[in-house]
């Protein structure tokens, strides 16, 4: 059975950081492309950053030099760093892991940014 569980959300003040983790299990974890994603209210979810199993990373243009997304094959973990955070980045943050056109998602976790 995959599981994926996210933790590490919260809230912080704008200009803060937290770093978010996402636990996998049940997957040939090294395969994947992981990734994390984001919905806010009322909106699309949206990617945020991937990484492949050799460690090349993709960012949306927002996040970028701002969030850092990093993975350890060998405990079957990936991260996502987030500084300077904005109010704009107020939102569910999912992880993600695909493979081809395999596809599992987390339950999220919440991240909201104060003023």
């Known amino acids: 059975q995959v599981q994926l569980v996210e933790s590490g959300g919260g809230l912080v003040q704008s200009g803060g950081s937290l770093r978010l983790s996402c636990a996998a299990s049940?997957?040939?974890?090294?395969?994947?492309?992981m990734g994390w994603y984001r919905q806010a209210p009322g909106e699309q979810r949206e990617l945020v950053a991937t990484?492949?199993?050799?460690?090349?990373?993709n960012y949306t243009d927002s996040v970028k030099g701002r969030f850092t997304i990093s993975r350890d094959n060998a405990k079957n973990t990936v991260d996502l760093q987030m500084n300077s955070l904005k109010l704009e980045d107020t939102a569910v943050y999912y992880c993600?892991?695909?493979?081809?056109?395999?596809?599992?998602w987390g339950k999220g976790t919440l991240v909201t940014v104060s003023s």
């Open positions: 993600n892991c695909r493979f081809v056109s395999i596809n599992y």
């Open positions: 049940g997957i040939t974890f090294r395969i994947y492309v």
């Open positions: 990484i492949t199993g050799g460690g090349a990373t």
